[in-house]
Nanobody, 124 residues
Framework: QVQLVESGGGLVQAGGSLRLSCAASGRTFSSLAMGWFRQAPGKEREAVAAIGWSGSSTFYADSVKGRFTISRDNAKNTVYLQMNSLKPEDTAVYYC?????????????????WGQGTQVTVSS
């Protein structure tokens, strides 16, 4: 089992920044591929970014490329999502997810473990 706890969400004005954190426990963190997803009201959950076990492979959705950065600190069992130049359309509940398989993935069905989510609201 893997437990994930997100933090760092909140309310920010358009153009601002937030950094989300996700602390993992229950399994060797370096064996996990990690992802950040988001879900806005009335919309499907979508992949925002993903990172492999070493941090050398990453994925970004087109909508966040150049604005968001995913990173991980295996010594701290934590994955981060730095979000800059935030837009109102980034408003959603953001979820951290983990999968044991090494390759990163972008479909929610590929991830077995999920955090409780953290709300990000960007005002215009």
């Amino acid at each position: 089992q893997v437990q994930l706890v997100e933090s760092g969400g909140g309310l920010v004005q358009a153009g601002g920044s937030l950094r989300l954190s996700c602390a993992a426990s229950g399994r060797t963190f370096s064996s996990l591929a990690m992802g950040w997803f988001r879900q806005a009201p009335g919309k499907e959950r979508e992949a925002v970014a993903a990172i492999g076990w070493s941090g050398s492979s990453t994925f970004y959705a087109d909508s966040v490329k150049g604005r968001f950065t995913i990173s991980r600190d295996n010594a701290k069992n934590t994955v981060y999502l730095q979000m800059n130049s935030l837009k109102p359309e980034d408003t959603a509940v953001y979820y951290c997810a983990a999968r044991i398989q090494i390759p990163i993935a972008t479909s929610p069905q590929s991830y077995a473990y999920w955090g409780q989510g953290t709300q990000v609201t960007v005002s215009s």
